[in-house]
């Protein structure tokens, strides 16, 4: 059912990086979304979507669904948006969030949730009976194609989405593995894998590839932070062996250095990251680097296509930017890379 | 205060894997390890403790703590074991276990616990309050060694023990750093690493480090699992990049070519693994192999210099079994690789 989402983004309208969930929900569910909230833009709009000051002030767009649409470091959210949450409830919207504090363990929003009869969907919180992986992930009937990065933020999540999109128009019974909270609130199902006890990342992992398996025969899971990000790379090895990928997408901010948030953390050169990515795969399931995806949005036309150039001289891979030149010459790539997997 | 520990291993007194807990605390704290429950081999001794049947047997021994002494892979424990520790906490021990299912948490357990006045303690259970690293890794006015494998259960927690027992016999402030639950159990303090929440990972690494360094000089972080295993290797890089460790010594043993547990899923050589594990060290904490610490137990005493001669020339690094031939030669090299840090 179509859904009518104010996406609450106090702070954050204006920031790539945390406000990254309401900027994939409004590139891939845009026909649902009817407003954003953040008191500092208010007048302004997004992508063509009005943004409001406050709750009251939406509810002329009759939404149905307030969306937490910010991402902080350690998915905690501080005192000032317990307000927000308490009038969007009290409105009487259902609340969508993706923090690792869940919204229905909070006994007073809950309480009032309850009192107000909506509903309160914590896409972080991990599903029941997780364990470690059984092995079934290197049993699939599916090539598995995983995006990982050079840092967070990087476009991961909107990669694998392009590459799904180009490659169903060809046909392609081709499926989307989300594996974090925005890419569960995009497509309606998945794990959010940092979610979950850490011995248990690569069960998860498993679990989501197991059930893409059953939804397609081309599989792009949706990765999460970097190898040598000093924060998340746990989460990203678990990830990689637990999907027990076939084929990386190396994913870049085409001039980025350094690890955002984290002065003094450099970035390895693209060439770097491709042998590193490469050298961590297991060994029962070796994967290579079949093309790299670059999010060029920090330059010009012209620059971005001296970005991508530079990326295939260096790395001897195909590179482009899906979001701004399309997503065919990638797609084209990964399939080269697949031979006895890739789906005809 | 000294414990009276009855060590439940219940068909896994005989293996050094599953059996890993038990073998660590009657290593460590013997003195305080009065009987063994394991039914198939009741009557016999493990290292001159005596073994019984039951619960009931055991008493004569006079235990005041009953400790779970066998680890399974995803941290939970079959039906069967109800009824053991039932007995236990009806004849009125205390519970020590290191579960990611809860004693305290099971409702019959936890109101039996009550009844009888004895205290469930969870080991494994995560502190409240973590997050995500804050740099303060960095920035420790101690020297870091983290002790890394080439698998789970290969000896990485014994390695660290017996490195930071020799390391304070020379009258250095070293400590031992337990990041899982038989650690903990030997220590009386730390984080189990692999249950938490797989975003906090680094983050409760780097909090136990921060104690640590409040603790002593020289820092010997137990290690998890292996880089390259194919369900744990999120908590090996996570406690890797947490921890910031100066060296890392890696833990293997001689002859073993397959990851335990996994067919298939061949171990990579030491200088593969010795390049593997210094490739994924953070850039702004550059980690080197600074020893290789042998497990030679499933050798002869000619084997087993043999097998040190040999990881001696593949890695050219210094190789010794610590536990066999003592640590001396191991805490020599990792000084000499810490110039800036080494304490004196």
């Known amino acids: 059912m179509q859904k009518r989402f104010l996406i609450l ?28 909230l953040d008191s500092k833009r208010a007048g302004e709009e997004y992508d063509a979507v009005p943004i409001v000051g406050s709750v009251t002030d939406a509810l002329a767009y009759e939404p149905d669904t307030a969306l937490v649409g910010v991402a902080v470091a350690g998915g905690r959210l501080g005192p000032e948006w317990r307000a927000l949450l308490h009038d969007a409830i009290s409105a009487g919207l259902d609340v969508e969030a993706g923090m690792h504090e869940f919204l229905a363990d909070d006994p007073e929003l809950s309480l009032l949730a309850h009192e107000r009869g909506v509903e309160l969907r914590d896409t972080r919180r991990p599903p029941d009976g997780l364990s470690v992986p059984t092995g079934a992930n290197l049993e699939l009937d599916a090539a598995v194609v995983l995006t ?67 939804r397609g025969d081309l599989l792009w899971v949706e990765g999460q932070g970097a ?9 990203t090895l678990g990830l990689y062996h637990g999907s027990a990928p076939h084929a990386l997408v190396l994913c870049h901010v085409a001039g980025q250095t350094e690890i955002e948030g984290c002065p003094g953390h450099a970035l390895p050169s693209l060439p770097e990251l491709v042998r590193l990515y490469e050298a961590v795969s297991l060994p029962a399931r070796p994967a290579t680097v079949a093309a790299v995806a670059l999010n060029t949005s920090l330059l010009d036309d012209e620059g971005a296509r001296a970005a991508v150039a530079d990326a295939e001289r260096e790395t001897g891979l195909v590179a482009d930017d899906p979001v701004r030149f399309g997503a065919g010459r990638l797609v084209d790539a990964v399939l080269a890379r697949l031979p006895g997997q890739a789906p005809r």
Chains 1, 2 share one sequence.
Request: proline share 3%.
């Open 148 to 214: 990982v990065g050079s840092d967070c933020a990087v476009g991961k999540k909107t990669m694998a989405l392009e590459l799904d999109r180009e490659a169903r128009s060809r046909g392609i019974r081709s499926v989307f593995v989300p594996t974090g909270q925005t890419g569960i609130m995009i497509a309606g199902w998945g794990i959010a894998v940092d979610a979950v006890v850490a011995d248990f990342l690569a069960g998860a992992a498993e679990r989501l590839v197991v059930e893409g398996a059953r």
């Open 227 to 235: 190898l040598l990000h000093p924060q998340f790379s746990g989460v």
């Open 9 to 36: 983004a106090e702070g954050y309208s204006h920031d790539p990086h945390y406000g990254k969930t309401m900027r994939g929900i409004v590139r891939y569910r845009r026909d649902e979304v009817v407003a954003i």
